[in-house]
């Protein structure tokens, strides 16, 4: 069974400072792997996807994130948080009739 | 608009009722799913149907209820409420191929039983 580990429950970062969200996967195939943003009070919104090609994927909001098949990796970055990144974030890897399985989510806080 | 829409947004009903929450998309999405949220559990899969009149158990099926007679609309009935169904209730859907597409979440309803 696929399953995803989010290790860190809560970051807090500097506003212009860089971030990194890890994302652990376990697959026994090549997975399907996504990230989304939820915002207090709303749904969760899909920042990227990757299946295959380059393991360097860009999305929204000037996320992006790479993944690592010999780490069971899939972080994603922003070079430079903004206040409005602030947010919960979940990974998550896609697994058979399109269902995915979601990580606990990783709550980002972003210091003035 | 289109997009996905669920209601009520908010909802109280009393332990042992029954309550219906709705979904409905617009974009004719094959596949469509149920997820609550709880702090400390993220996002746990209840049912998911990958069309009308085909729908199946997800990680946490007991006490829900669900039906799909149209493509548009994926409806999740508790049968009989308990406290521990008190959750935020997530529906998304996705294009036929799912897997690879991501999902489109609605803004979610938040259910409380008292």
């Known amino acids: 069974a696929q399953s995803v580990t989010q290790p860190d429950i809560h970051i807090t970062v500097s506003e212009g400072a860089s971030l990194e969200l890890r994302c652990n996967y376990s697959y026994g195939a090549t997975p399907y792997l996504f990230w989304y943003v939820q915002s207090p009070g709303q749904g969760l919104q899909l920042l990227l996807k990757?299946?295959?090609?380059?393991?360097l994927v860009q999305g929204i909001k000037g996320f992006e994130a790479e993944f690592k098949r010999s780490q069971s990796s899939f972080n994603l970055r922003k070079p430079s948080v903004h206040w409005s990144d602030a947010a919960e974030y979940f990974c998550?890897?896609?697994?058979?009739?399109?269902?995915?399985?979601f990580g606990d989510g990783t709550t980002l806080t972003v210091k003035p | 608009d289109a997009g996905i829409t669920q209601s009520p947004r908010y909802k109280i009903t009393e332990t042992g009722r029954q309550v219906t929450l709705m979904c409905h998309q617009t974009w004719s999405h094959s596949y469509m799913f149920w997820y609550r949220q709880d702090l400390g559990h993220g996002l746990r899969l209840i049912y998911y149907?990958?069309?009308?009149?085909?729908?199946d158990k997800g990680e946490v099926p007991d006490g829900y209820v669900v039906s799909r007679s149209k493509t548009e609309n994926f409806p999740l009935t508790l049968e009989s409420a308990t406290r521990s169904q008190t959750s935020v209730y997530f529906c998304?859907?996705?294009?036929?191929?799912?897997?690879?597409?991501?999902?489109?979440f609605g803004s979610g309803t938040r259910l409380t039983v008292v």
């Open positions: 998550a890897v896609g697994a058979g009739a399109g269902k995915s399985t």
């Open positions: 990757y299946f295959s090609g380059d393991t």
């Open positions: 998304a859907s996705s294009e036929s191929q799912g897997q690879g597409r991501g999902y489109t």
């Open positions: 149907s990958a069309a009308a009149d085909i729908t």
